[in-house]
T-cell receptor, first 109, second 112 residues
Framework: EDQVTQSPEALRLQEGESSSLNCSYTVSGLRGLFWYRQDPGKGPEFLFTLYSAGEEKEKERLKATLTKKESFLHITAPKPEDSATYLCAGIGGYQKVTFGTGTKLQVIP | KAGVTQTPRYLIKTRGQQVTLSCSPISGHRSVSWYQQTPGQGLQFLFE???????NKGNFPGRFSGRQFSNSRSEMNVSTLELGDSALYLC???????????FGEGSWLTVV
C-alpha cells in the first residue's frame, strides 16, 4: 500500500528562521511528487511537482527537492504570511494520489 | 482560465438524509478526483473519474458514490448520512496523465 509520511507535524519558526519540511514516501511506480499549501477553510493550493530524483524547483522563499525516498521543502527566511499547512502527495499509476497528513507551519513575527 | 468550481460551498444535513455535491473541472481536464478531509484523518481519497469511467476507488463504504458526465463535470453522492460524514469534501481536476492536480475550494458538509 502506498504511504506518504510528513514530519514534523507542526513547526513554529521565528520570522527569518530558515528550516525544512520532510516528506518520506513509498509509492508504487511514482510518477510525480506534489507539494501544496493549504490555508484554513480553503482548498490546497498547488506549489510544485517533482518528477525525478535530483530535481529541484523554487518559488519565492520555497525550494522543493526530491530523492528516491524523500522530498524536502526548504523555507528560507520565512515571513508570517508563509504560515499554513503544507501537504505532500505522491502520484502512482492512473492518477491515484496519496497524501501525507501535512506539516502545520507557524511563522511568528 | 477558470479554476475548479465546487458547489455548494456550505451545507447542513440531518442524519439519514442524502447529499449531492458538484464539481466543474478546469477546462480541458478529463480527470476528476474526490477527497474527504477531516482534522483527524487528513485528506482521504474517495474516487477518481476519467472520461466518465471510475478508474480508482478509495476505502469508503458504498454510501459514497460518484459519476462523471460527458462534459467532465462530476458529482458525488452520500446516502444515509452519518455524523462522521461531516467534513470538507474536495474535488481536484487534472489531465489524467499523471500530471499535477488542482483543487477547488471544497464543500463543507455538516451532518447534525
Amino acid at each position: 500500500e502506498d504511504q506518504v509520511t510528513q514530519s514534523p507535524e507542526a513547526l513554529r519558526l521565528q520570522e527569518g528562521e530558515s528550516s525544512s519540511l520532510n516528506c518520506s514516501y513509498t509509492v508504487s511506480g511514482l510518477r510525480g511528487l506534489f507539494w501544496y499549501r493549504q490555508d484554513p477553510g480553503k482548498g490546497p493550493e498547488f506549489l510544485f511537482t517533482l518528477y525525478s530524483a535530483g530535481e529541484e524547483k523554487e518559488k519565492e522563499r520555497l525550494k522543493a527537492t526530491l530523492t528516491k525516498k524523500e522530498s524536502f521543502l526548504h523555507i528560507t527566511a520565512p515571513k508570517p504570511e508563509d504560515s499554513a499547512t503544507y501537504l505532500c502527495a505522491g502520484i502512482g499509476g492512473y492518477q491515484k494520489v496519496t497524501f501525507g497528513t501535512g506539516t502545520k507551519l507557524q511563522v511568528i513575527p | 482560465k477558470a479554476g475548479v468550481t465546487q458547489t455548494p460551498r456550505y451545507l447542513i444535513k440531518t442524519r439519514g438524509q442524502q447529499v449531492t455535491l458538484s464539481c466543474s473541472p478546469i477546462s480541458g481536464h478529463r480527470s476528476v478526483s474526490w477527497y474527504q478531509q477531516t482534522p483527524g484523518q487528513g485528506l482521504q481519497f474517495l474516487f477518481e473519474y476519467f472520461s466518465e469511467t471510475q478508474r480508482n476507488k478509495g476505502n469508503f463504504p458504498g454510501r459514497f458514490s460518484g459519476r462523471q458526465f460527458s462534459n467532465s463535470r462530476s458529482e458525488m453522492n452520500v446516502s444515509t448520512l452519518e455524523l462522521g460524514d461531516s467534513a470538507l469534501y474536495l474535488c481536484a481536476s487534472g489531465t489524467g496523465m499523471g500530471n499535477t492536480i488542482y483543487f477547488g475550494e471544497g464543500s463543507w458538509l455538516t451532518v447534525v
